[in-house]
């Protein structure tokens, strides 16, 4: 197989994939990565030992020589931060997965456990698919499910959601190993959403917000830190806004609060 992806998840992937019972059904042969993630598999995986491609730009040349001379025929992508594209799908002949961390089609793209929070939802879904050529598109073929709690930030739930696709990450591989049909199930006409990269930065700041049940939403869904926390404009300084569990958060990692 060839794995594509980093952070979080993919590495907890790479550790399922290292275990001697799913190392000796399915041979890890190519990994794109980043060069820390390739460092790191080498020192604390070796057991691995795949053929690296860095994922610094898309490399779908290399990537496509890869597969080819390492007799490559399953593909999948974890957190990988370059959209596929159909000729290296068809060098699979279209046996390739994708582990997107939200429920599709209704979260498509980025900032999921925010869009999540601010519709709303009670329950966060982990999903693997069949890939397509479009992006975050083709059929389901396993789910997890994260309750999502009234204190909730984006940053508690996105660290609660790794347990969950890494269950369904195992579900994969036990069907996988066990040589059975990977299901294909469509989302039976719910709604498609796609959320751009930069859907938050509009809404950070909520000087005008009076609702407080909103702005405790806003002040949950907005806080992930280092990379987005809301804010209010009060006489021409920003005042950010840490919601309850945000604080614990802060001070567990040491960061100062009056």
Known sequence: MIFLGQRQIAWKALEALARPENRAAIALAVLVTDSDTFARVERELPSLAPRFV??????????????REEGVDLLISVQHNWILSKEILDAVDGCAFNLHNARLPHYQGYNSVSHAILNGDKDYYSTIHWMEEEVDTGAIAFEEVTPISPTDTALSLHRKTITAAAIAFEKLLKSLKAGE??????????????????????????TA?????????????????????AYQVVEGRRTY?????????????????E
């Open 54 to 67: 860095p994922n610094d730009k898309r490399r779908k040349e290399e990537i496509i020589a890869a597969i």
């Open 181 to 206: 049909e990977i299901p294909r199930r469509t989302a039976g006409g719910a709604p498609s959403r796609f959320y751009g990269k930069n859907s938050l930065k509009e809404i950070l700041d909520v």
């Open 209 to 229: 917000v009076r609702d407080p049940e909103q702005l405790d939403r806003l002040a949950r869904a907005l806080f992930y830190v280092p990379h987005n926390i």
């Open 241 to 257: 806004l840490v919601p309850q569990s945000g604080v614990a958060f802060l001070r567990d990692i040491g960061f100062a609060l």
